[in-house]
């Protein structure tokens, strides 16, 4: 079964630059990572709880797929994210008697630049494209603690000085949440939430969620509101009017946020005070933090108060 989100592929430009704003600026702190045999790219690890981070870039064009260049040439941000199988055979047979397109189970390995390496099992929906707006299937070769120290590259995963203990959920902006959620219900075998406003995220969006079995997490989608068709957001917060529509006529159908826990989200505002990172904090329904996204590599990062 599909048993949350195991990682999310942020595609960056230069891999260092990434690694030390995210590390550095913005508190969660890369530990593993390597080199693709195949593909042409290479990543750092961020890992947060059971999930990670994954920053790739394009080591050689050459071997790079297109659509991973094409996506880049736009500037850095969301690829996709991953979501987490215990049994990767079994839902890709469920998936294929449901009739949906799928390539795999294929196997996947990293090296990192001390020699280890780790190994996964990866099923694709419609195409093995990093770029889409369909989450792809992996199950990893090792589990647990044992997952989480090969992930960071042998070693106990740090703390977060930005206090992020837990990947909440993703978001995948679509343009009709009436044709979309049960298109998401049929490729993966998951029951929609009832629709929902975004408003205690202070976000224009009306939402469906996937609940993701009992890791507390979900994925998302997110249809934009439908207000002025001539309004230019002023930035690219998604939380400005029709910011969501802007992004979805950007880059389709595709991932736009991810949502994390913070032990302690007061705190989380002191050290980005300190850094002077923009944000912005609302407090509506429950406290909010929205990081611009052009100070996270492209990504929109929201985060929550943990609520054990």
């Known amino acids: 079964m599909l048993t949350g989100l195991d990682h999310i592929i942020i595609g960056v430009n230069d891999l260092e630059q990434a690694t030390t704003i995210f590390s550095q600026k913005l508190g969660l702190v890369a530990s593993g990572g390597g080199i693709h045999p195949s593909g042409g790219t290479a990543n750092r690890i961020i890992v947060i709880g059971d999930t990670y981070l994954e920053l790739i870039t394009v080591r050689t064009p050459g071997e790079a797929q297109q659509s991973m260049l094409d996506r880049l040439a736009k500037g850095d ?29 294929a196997h996947g390995q990293l090296r990192s630049a001390d020699g ?9 929906v419609e195409r093995p494209d990093l770029t889409q ?23 106990q995963p740090p703390a977060h000085p930005l206090g992020a203990i837990k990947v909440l959920s993703t978001t995948i902006a679509v ?6 959620a049960p298109r998401f219900q049929h490729i993966y ?11 205690s995220d202070g976000w ?26 001539e309004t230019v ?24 946020r991810m949502t994390l826990a913070v032990e302690n989200l007061a705190a989380a505002r002191r050290y980005l005070d300190e850094r002077e990172v923009t944000y912005v904090y609302q407090e509506n329904l429950h406290p909010v ?10 990504a929109t990062i929201v985060l929550h108060d943990y609520i054990g």
């Open 189 to 199: 075998g998951l029951q929609p939430s009832a629709t929902f406003t975004g408003e």
């Open 204 to 229: 224009e969006a009306m939402l469906v969620a996937f609940p993701l079995g009992d890791s507390g997490q979900s994925f998302e989608l997110a249809e934009p509101l439908p207000l002025s068709t």
């Open 233 to 256: 957001p002023d930035t690219e917060l998604l939380t400005e009017p029709d910011a969501l529509a802007s992004y979805l006529q950007a880059f389709g159908e595709s991932l736009c």
């Open 77 to 105: 941000g969301y690829l996709n994210f991953v979501l987490s199988s215990n049994d990767i055979e079994a839902d890709s047979k469920a998936m294929l008697r449901r009739g949906v397109s799928i390539i795999g189970p």
């Open 175 to 180: 343009a009709n949440l009436a044709e979309a």
């Open 116 to 124: 280890r390496t780790r190994g996964w099992s990866r099923t694709d």
């Open 289 to 298: 933090l929205w990081i611009s996204p052009d100070q996270a590599c492209g």
């Open 133 to 155: 707006h369909y989450p792809f299937l992996i199950q990893h070769d090792s589990t647990g603690e044992e997952r989480r120290f090969r992930l960071a590259g042998g070693a």
